[in-house]
């Protein structure tokens, strides 16, 4: 038994501290090796044997203990200390870490950890029976998209633009000439002035021997069967013309990536999505054209302006009504995400038309040769009801990338390369090998 144990600290002969050796032992300052055992403390007193794995145990008098007996501390002190730098270096990882789990019952969804991937997605199989039928549906929607292209353009052809008048509006400012009465048409007498009659709040204008005349919700014409009624009364024979001088009372509004978005007013030429767009300066880079909206009399229908400039779809390119607001949305989050074992991962805007599954691995600097299993190839996306849907593709052989040309991706799609098991295996080790080159030291 080691001398001072059970007795309070005292100095021997050599100077040396001596403790008692219970559960208060750990709390000194400078407890010599070996002594921390306290129960409350179990890690403390591993690794404060692990500090000093080379200071020899004295024994009362100062001296040396058998080599033998030395070594055999050491290895019991290495036997001790490898497990607990181990499970010491797994759970201590670089970086930030919360680790904050919240309660199942909590969640909205479902606990996922407690189900297989099989029974939370749908997983298919890029093969050429799949791209088959993706090209075959892809004919049909084609097909039907052009019948409506072909409808759209027989009524454009037979209705033209017949059936649209413009009716003035409120603060309208109409110009109203009547032909060999200059007293009428300008009464300050001032060269070149055009004078018009604004169209008041009550929607109703003044003009000599004529009176108030009701303006709003009428045409150009009516207005001018009335004024001449009523200027026949003194007037012989008068020749009256109207027209609208400056338009103010209806306007459309065009919003998002356009060059000039604003508002545009609407005048006695039907005004189409096409017109709207070319009176705003057009589209920017930025702008998605498949996702534009147009919101008319309460109801908000989907524009695919991509179909109507490079498909010739004039069936997107509506009428438009005072008051309607076209938007065109950003781009930016038009995205496809390519992950894993790539050798630059990264997020990347689709371009405008047709994405593939090889343009993307391209893009992202294709497969890593040093981790990639090019056997693992993924694409998760949103299915229907929400459902994730997961493709998979073996591309260990160069000529499945054929069938990964063909297939195309969607907006806000995951591509994702799974690493080799080597790969894997490789990074514990990384993570476990500095714990034991510090416990072989």
């Not at 300052?29 to 591993?46: I, M, N, R, W």
């Not at 702008?287 to 909206?293: F, I």
């Amino acid at each position: 038994m080691h001398p001072g144990l059970g007795q309070s600290p005292a100095r021997n002969r050599h100077g040396q501290t001596r403790y008692r050796h219970d559960r208060d032992d750990c709390q000194h300052p400078d407890p010599p090796p070996g002594y921390c055992t306290s129960l409350k403390q179990p890690f403390v007193a591993v690794l404060h044997v692990c500090a000093h794995p080379r200071r020899r145990p004295t024994d009362r008098r100062g001296s040396s203990m058998h080599t033998s007996m030395f070594a055999r501390v050491i290895a019991w002190r290495r036997l001790l200390c490898a497990p607990a730098l181990v499970i010491l270096a797994s759970c201590t990882v670089p970086g930030p870490y919360l680790g904050v789990v919240p309660d199942a019952s909590t969640l909205d969804r479902p606990d996922f950890s407690k189900e297989s991937v099989k029974d939370r997605a749908d997983i298919f199989s890029i093969s050429p029976q799949t791209i088959a039928q993706m090209v075959q549906d892809k004919q049909r929607n084609d097909a039907e998209r052009a019948a409506a292209r072909a409808q759209a353009s027989a009524d454009l052809k037979a209705n033209g633009s017949g059936g649209y008048r413009y009716t003035v509006g409120k603060y309208d400012i109409l110009l109203i000439t009547v032909w060999n009465h200059p007293e009428l048409n300008n009464p300050s007498g001032t060269l070149n002035e055009l004078s018009g009659r604004v169209v008041s709040e009550a929607g109703t204008f003044f003009y000599p021997y004529a009176g108030k005349v009701q303006a709003v919700g009428r045409t150009v014409d009516d207005i001018r069967d009335e004024l001449t009624k009523k200027l026949a009364t003194y007037l012989v024979q008068p020749q009256v013309d109207v027209s609208v001088l400056t338009y103010r009372s209806q306007r459309v509004f065009a919003l998002g990536q356009l060059t000039r978005p604003g508002v545009v007013p609407v005048t006695d030429v039907p005004m189409t999505v096409t017109d709207l767009i070319s009176q705003t300066g057009g589209l920017t880079p930025e702008a998605d054209l498949s996702a534009a909206t147009l919101l008319s009399r309460g109801q908000t229908r989907p524009v695919n302006l991509y179909a109507l400039y490079y498909e010739g779809d004039v069936s997107q390119d509506v009428r438009l009504s005072p008051g309607d607001i076209l938007t065109v949305p950003e781009s930016r989050y038009n995205k496809v995400f390519v992950m894993g074992e790539v050798t630059t991962p990264q997020s990347r805007v689709m371009p405008r038309g047709r994405m593939s599954l090889a343009e993307a691995l391209s893009d992202a600097g294709g497969f890593n040769p040093l981790s990639a299993n090019t056997g693992q190839l993924y694409v998760i996306r949103n299915g229907q009801n929400n459902r994730p849907q997961i493709w998979h593709l073996n591309a260990s052989s160069p000529d499945a990338l054929v069938l990964a040309d063909r297939f195309d991706l969607q907006p806000r799609d995951i591509v994702y390369v799974d690493p080799t098991g080597v790969t894997r295996f490789g990074r514990v080790l990384t993570n476990i090998l500095p714990a034991a080159t510090a416990v072989r030291r």
